[in-house]
C-alpha cells in the first residue's frame, strides 16, 4: 500500500487532534494580536482583515481536494462492480471448458471472490494480495493448458477473454484502491493554511481587542470536520466512509461459495 506519514495518526484521533491544532492556531494569534496592540495601537485591525481572506484561498482547496477525494472514493466502488462483474462472467464462461479444468478453475474463482471480500483490513492487504497473484497464475495455467489441447475452441478463446480481463481489472483495483493518494504537498499547503487561517482570525480579534467569540471554536470545528472526511475518504481500508462489497458478495452467493 502507498503510506504517507499522515498514516501515523489514527482515524479516532484525527479529528480532536486537528480541532486542537486548529483552536491552538486560533489562541495563538488572538495572544499575539493582544501583544502587537499593546506596543502598536496606531496599527488598526481594518486592514489586517484582509488576512482573512486566506480563509477563502483555505475553502478553495479545501474544495479542490475533497472533489479529489470523493471521485476517487466513487472509482474504487465502480471498481469493485467491474470486478465483481467479471468474476461472474468468468465463472459462467467456466463451464465452457473440460473437465478437469472446469471444476478446479471453479473452485478457485470462489476462493478468488471470497478473498476479495474478506481481505480488506489493512493487516491482511499484502496476504490478499500475494493469494490473488497466486490464483491468477493458477487460473491462468489451465486455461493454456485447455488451449494447448485444442488451440481452435472459440469457447476457450471466450474464457481466456474474460479471465484477461479479470486480471486487469485486480490491477485496476490495487491503483485506484490503494496507490492513488491525494499527494503529501497538497496535504502541507492544505494545514499550513488552515493554521495560517486560524491564526488571522485570531489576530485581528486580539488586534481589535474583542472578546474571544463563540464563532471562533465553531468555525475551527467546521474545518476540522471537512480535513477529516477528506482523510477518511482517502484512506480505502479505514474510517467510516468505506466501499460496500455488496456486489461482490451477491456474486459470492451466486457461485455457491462460502457465506461471507
Not at 506519514?5 to 480541532?19: G, R, S, T, V, Y
Not at 484582509?50 to 483555505?58: K, P, S, T
Request: hydrophobic share 50%; glycine share 8%; charged share 20%.
Amino acid at each position: 500500500m502507498n503510506h504517507q506519514p499522515l498514516d501515523a495518526i489514527p482515524m479516532w484521533l484525527f479529528l480532536p487532534l486537528a480541532l486542537a491544532a486548529g483552536l491552538a492556531a486560533v489562541e495563538s494569534g488572538y495572544r499575539f494580536g493582544r501583544w502587537r496592540h499593546a506596543r502598536a495601537s496606531e496599527e488598526l485591525p481594518a486592514p489586517v482583515a484582509a488576512m482573512v481572506a486566506v480563509l477563502g484561498l483555505l475553502a478553495l482547496l479545501l474544495g479542490f481536494t475533497f472533489s479529489l477525494a470523493a471521485s476517487r472514493f466513487d472509482a474504487r466502488r465502480q471498481a469493485v462492480l467491474e470486478e465483481a462483474n467479471a468474476i461472474g462472467t468468468t465463472f459462467l464462461r467456466c463451464r465452457l471448458l473440460p473437465e478437469p479444468q472446469r471444476t478446479e478453475s471453479m473452485d478457485r474463482l470462489r476462493e478468488y471472490a471470497d478473498l476479495r471480500i474478506r481481505g480488506l483490513t489493512e493487516a491482511g492487504i499484502a496476504e490478499v494480495l500475494a493469494r490473488s497473484g497466486e490464483l491468477h497464475e493458477e487460473l491462468w495455467s489451465r486455461a493454456v493448458a485447455v488451449a494447448e489441447r485444442n488451440p481452435e475452441a472459440i469457447t476457450t478463446g471466450l474464457y481466456v477473454q474474460s479471465l484477461n480481463t479479470l486480471i486487469d481489472l485486480h490491477a485496476k483495483r490495487v491503483m485506484v484502491g490503494l496507490r492513488s493518494r491525494i499527494p503529501l504537498s497538497i496535504w502541507l499547503v492544505l494545514f499550513g493554511l488552515s493554521t495560517l487561517g486560524m491564526a488571522s482570525v485570531g489576530y485581528q480579534a486580539g488586534l481589535s481587542e474583542t472578546r474571544r467569540s463563540p464563532e471562533m471554536p465553531i468555525l475551527t470545528l467546521g474545518f476540522a470536520a471537512v480535513l477529516f472526511l477528506i482523510v477518511d475518504l482517502d484512506r480505502a481500508h479505514e474510517g467510516v466512509l468505506r466501499v460496500g462489497q455488496q456486489a461482490m458478495v451477491d456474486v459470492l452467493r451466486s457461485m455457491g461459495g462460502p457465506r461471507p
